[in-house]
């Protein structure tokens, strides 16, 4: 009895080793990752245009609940990143290549490594 579950335990031992190696490619062909690269590639922002009016009212379909925070700076749950940035604009956006597009700034210079000037585009108010 010992030695025939001893038996069981190595097939299925070996029968889930060998179902994570990985398979072999014919010749000359790409790995199914270098094939599917664009698939990867992420999906631009889509641009809005500005709004028209005030908003009366503004109910959100949060999973946790009203948010612990809205400070930038504190933010770790997902809640709290769906509101804050619903709410609030950033003065530059990042884009998936690493180039950055303005946003609130028309421009951010850099006169000494401690300081940073940022030009805010017209008609912004904090």
């Known amino acids: 009895m010992r030695r025939l579950s001893a038996l069981a335990l190595l097939i299925a031992v070996v029968g889930i080793v060998a179902g994570c190696g990985s398979s072999s490619t014919e010749s000359g062909s790409k790995p199914a990752a270098t094939k599917n690269a664009a698939a990867l590639e992420p999906t631009p922002l889509p641009k809005f245009a500005p709004a028209t009016k005030e908003v009366a009212d503004l109910k959100w379909n949060?999973?946790?609940?009203?948010?612990?925070?809205?400070?930038?700076?504190?933010?770790v749950n997902y809640d709290d990143m769906i509101v804050m940035a619903n709410l609030c604009e950033p003065l530059e956006y990042l884009l998936p290549d690493g180039s950055r597009e303005p946003a609130l700034a028309?421009?951010?210079?850099?006169?000494?490594?401690?300081?940073?000037?940022?030009?805010?585009?017209?008609?912004?108010?904090?």
């Open 62 to 75: 949060l999973v946790v609940g009203e948010p612990v925070t809205l400070d930038a700076g504190h933010i």
């Open 106 to 126: 028309t421009s951010i210079d850099e006169p000494n490594p401690t300081t940073y000037v940022v030009h805010v585009r017209k008609g912004v108010k904090f």
